[in-house]
Nanobody, 126 residues
Framework: QVHLVESGGGSVQGGGSLRLSCAAS????????MGWFRQAPGKEREGVAA????????FYGDSVKGRFTISQDNAKNTLYLQMNSLKPEDTAMYYC???????????????????WGQGTQVTVSS
């Protein structure tokens, strides 16, 4: 059973842009928190951005502040991540995640989320 499906990844030169999309099943989209994570080879999964779905409050990792924007389209049950001014260090597999049960974990912690997509690869060349 698939709850989250990412798309929009690809290869781009440094300084370029990509927009990732995460299509969510209706149930999953009733999550109270949704986020984007990334994982590069040999590294831990890292929180990129998150959104408190009912209030629209957003959170960003320090490395992407001012370059990435998380947003949601409730009518389409879709979460987005607009990525501008991409750098080679942004290269990673990007995952969409949803939290359907309130908990005290931080937005950047993987154990906050109980649903995950399969990921979409982003590769940035210098």
């Amino acid at each position: 059973q698939v709850h989250l499906v990412e798309s929009g990844g690809g290869s781009v030169q440094g300084g370029g842009s990509l927009r990732l999309s995460c299509a969510a099943s209706e149930y999953t989209y009733r999550s109270y928190f949704m986020g984007w994570f990334r994982q590069a080879p040999g590294k831990e999964r890292e929180g990129v951005a998150a959104i408190y779905t009912s209030g629209g409050v957003t959170f960003y990792g320090d490395s992407v502040k001012g370059r990435f924007t998380i947003s949601q389209d409730n009518a389409k049950n879709t979460l987005y991540l607009q990525m501008n001014s991409l750098k080679p260090e942004d290269t990673a597999m990007y995952y969409c995640a949803a939290a359907t049960r309130p908990n005290s974990a931080g937005w950047y912690q993987t154990n906050k989320y109980n649903y995950w997509g399969q990921g979409t690869q982003v590769t940035v060349s210098s």
